[in-house]
């Protein structure tokens, strides 16, 4: 799970007519990777460092500060300037949504022409909370699949998992999934691990994830995983999470793949989940049956009727690892979700329908 994957996306390259060339221009999916509020940021920022390509990166916050230590090839957008005079929400989320209803033109600039859109951020906070639903909404306005990506607070952020557990729920009425990494699992999983290097943990999954499924969508792999597949996987409003998992030698798949069931970034099971995109990464040696055993194991506790896709690409320098990512759909039994549903009438979006 420590492992990074570096991957260079090239462009695709080869001769054609004119009108082969316009064909194939017009089929291009443009990606765009937006992160809200501090967290979110500092995700984005994570992610273009260890490598992820193939997406548009762009940081959106209140506080203008905080832009300062963001990455140059990044995009910066400043919303809520004349609300919050550029220093920040203050924790409210409130504010953070009326900054993004603020600026909506700059954000809709943002996801102008996106095929799919990944958001990130913090939940809990003021900017991220509140502007990420914003977003959502606008992307989703433009056609684009929206997969949110959000972290969960500890537990003992008391305050800050009551404006997450809404933030949430007001989220899911408008992307096409919602992915939970939840930071109490990070204490569970290297509970001994430097603050700093257990957030870069959990933006390595997020990358990995993000990195498998950009380059599988848009370079040729050996099997490849397409925009209709995530469309149809992801685009049932339901919440899900990321499990990584790795292994070398003779039992590399069966490592991979038990490492993916217990390496969970939120605390629910496999079982009845009801879709996953599988993405494989392994060295010149792997091969179609260690992928497909691979997928067998992870998917074997859900629900029979679920819809998997799985993808696999050759890396350089994997030799004998496989390394498996998976994203999975329309979880239940989740504490965070389970809480939600206990709770929806007395919250501010208890209308939503959630999952039970």
Request: hydrophobic share 45%; charged share 25%.
């Amino acid at each position: 799970m420590t492992d990074m994957v570096h991957d260079v996306f090239g462009s695709r390259q080869g001769s054609s007519t004119a009108a082969d060339g316009e064909e194939f221009s017009s089929t291009q999916i443009k990606i765009v990777t937006a992160g809200f509020g501090g967290a979110g940021c500092n995700i984005v920022n994570r992610l273009l460092k260890v490598g992820v390509k193939g997406t548009e990166f762009v940081a959106v916050n209140t506080d203008a500060q905080h832009f300062k230590i963001i990455d140059e090839r990044i995009k910066k957008v400043l919303i809520g300037r004349t609300l919050t005079k550029g220093l920040g929400a203050g924790g409210d989320p409130a504010m953070g949504e009326k900054a993004a209803e603020v600026d909506r033109q700059s954000l809709e600039g943002v996801f102008a022409d996106t095929q799919l859109v990944f958001l990130c951020c913090g939940m809990g906070g003021g900017t991220g909370t509140g502007a990420i639903t914003v977003a959502a909404k606008i992307a989703k306005e433009q056609g684009a699949i929206v997969v949110a990506m959000v972290t969960y607070p500890f537990d003992l952020e008391r305050v800050r998992k009551v404006k997450a557990e809404e933030g949430i729920q007001k989220l899911r009425k408008f992307a096409d999934s919602v992915i939970i990494l939840d930071n109490n699992r990070l204490v569970k999983l290297v509970p001994n691990l430097p603050m700093n290097d257990a957030f870069a943990l959990a933006d390595e999954v997020l990358a990995k994830a993000i990195g498998g499924l950009v380059w599988t969508i848009t370079q040729p792999s050996l099997i490849n995983i397409d925009f209709a597949d995530v469309r149809a996987i992801m685009g049932n409003g339901g919440v899900g999470f990321i499990a990584v998992g790795s292994g070398r030698g003779a039992n590399k798949v069966d490592a991979a793949a038990e490492g993916v069931l217990k390496n969970k970034l939120l605390d629910v099971d496999f079982e009845g989940a009801d879709g996953a995109i599988i993405h494989i990464s392994g060295g010149a040696s792997m091969t179609i049956g260690d992928a497909i055993r691979s997928g067998e194991i992870i998917t074997e506790r859900m629900d029979p009727n679920s819809n998997v896709k799985w993808g696999a690409r050759l890396m350089p320098g994997y030799e004998d690892q496989i390394e498996i990512v998976a994203i999975v759909c329309g979880v239940k039994g989740s504490s965070i979700v389970g809480h939600l549903d206990t709770e929806r009438k007395s919250l501010p979006y208890g209308d939503l329908e959630m999952v039970g």
